[in-house]
């Protein structure tokens, strides 16, 4: 049986409800999603603090951990306990981190709603990253996976004032995740592929944020060659996609897509 760590199952609520004037001046009840400082502690040596929904705690910390590269296998994890009294999750590693100060001692900050850092070069390893060029997505299953994005339920449609992530197998999605910062809901997705064990050599990752050098090399780690936006992109972004070769599509909603990197992975209507 794989491993799996010790899980605590600490999700917060998704949305509260205030109350707000609206043009009228009548009160009206209101939902607004959450947001919660939830400190990140390895091995009892703190790490970060993130500001985050909590809807998947958990599996947020562990893949924080997964693409800021503290960690290299699901194995190497033996605990995660959330405990939102003190507002702090705590992770216990088997064998420590080595030099977990030197490692991340250099961060850039980027361009992440709330505290998007990525820690250690900013380009490391990302040569080394080989994703699949035989994986295909052609153009009607991306419509088909935008349609699927539209009728999902989301804390979006509620209260507003977040962003959505989500994994897809062709257009049917995996698992969705939203999060104060788009860069939580990827971490808590890539955490979630650990735990349940889920390659992403043949899925496509989607996001309502900018598709930015952060985003792109997450997606690679995590395997994915197709990373669509209804957002546009950045010129790092651009150039890191294109270096790693990952199939970039932006400005994608309804049945109107921009397709700016492929390897030819991407099939168009009249080419199928």
């Given amino acids: 049986m794989a491993h799996?760590?010790?899980?605590?199952?600490?999700?917060?609520?998704?949305t509260f409800t205030v109350e707000a004037r609206d043009e009228s001046g009548a009160i009206r009840p209101t939902p607004i999603a959450?947001?919660?400082?939830?400190?990140?502690?390895?091995?009892?040596?703190?790490?970060?603090?993130?500001?985050t929904l909590g809807a998947a705690p958990e599996a947020l910390a562990i893949g924080f951990l997964r693409n800021q590269r503290l960690v290299s296998s699901l194995e190497e994890i033996v605990a995660v306990h959330v405990d939102w009294d003190v507002g702090a999750v705590a992770v216990t590693t088997r064998d420590g981190l080595q030099d977990l100060e030197a490692r991340t001692r250099k961060r850039t900050a980027?361009?992440?709603?709330?505290?998007?850092?990525?820690?250690g070069d900013l380009m490391e390893d990302i040569g080394s990253i080989r994703l699949p060029e035989t994986a295909r997505l052609d153009e009607q299953t991306l419509f088909g996976l935008l349609n699927s994005v539209r009728l999902h339920e989301s804390i979006y449609k509620e209260a507003g004032a977040v962003?959505?992530?989500a994994l897809a197998r062709g257009s049917e999605i995996l698992v969705f995740v939203e999060d104060v910062g788009r860069h939580n809901a990827v971490d808590a997705i890539a955490g979630w592929m650990w735990l349940e064990g889920v390659d992403g050599g043949d899925k496509v990752f989607y996001t309502t944020g900018r598709l930015t050098s952060e985003m792109v090399i997450k997606a690679?780690?995590?395997?994915?060659?197709?990373?669509?936006?209804r957002s546009g992109l950045t010129k790092m972004g651009h150039e890191i996609a294109s270096q790693v070769g990952i199939t970039m599509i932006?400005?994608?909603?309804?049945?109107?897509?921009?397709l700016f990197t492929d390897r030819g992975r991407f099939v168009r209507g009249s080419e199928a």
């Avoid at 980027?110 to 820690?119: L, N």
């Avoid at 690679?220 to 936006?229: D, E, K, N, R, T």
């Fill in 250 to 258: 932006g400005r994608a909603a309804n049945r109107r897509y921009l």
């Fill in 220 to 229: 690679a780690q995590m395997g994915i060659p197709f990373l669509v936006s």
């Fill in 163 to 165: 962003h959505g992530c």
């Fill in 110 to 119: 980027t361009t992440g709603c709330g505290q998007g850092t990525v820690f």
């Fill in 4 to 14: 799996r760590p010790q899980l605590s199952s600490a999700a917060r609520p998704a």
């Fill in 34 to 51: 959450g947001e919660h400082p939830l400190t990140l502690y390895v091995d009892k040596r703190e790490v970060v603090t993130l500001m």
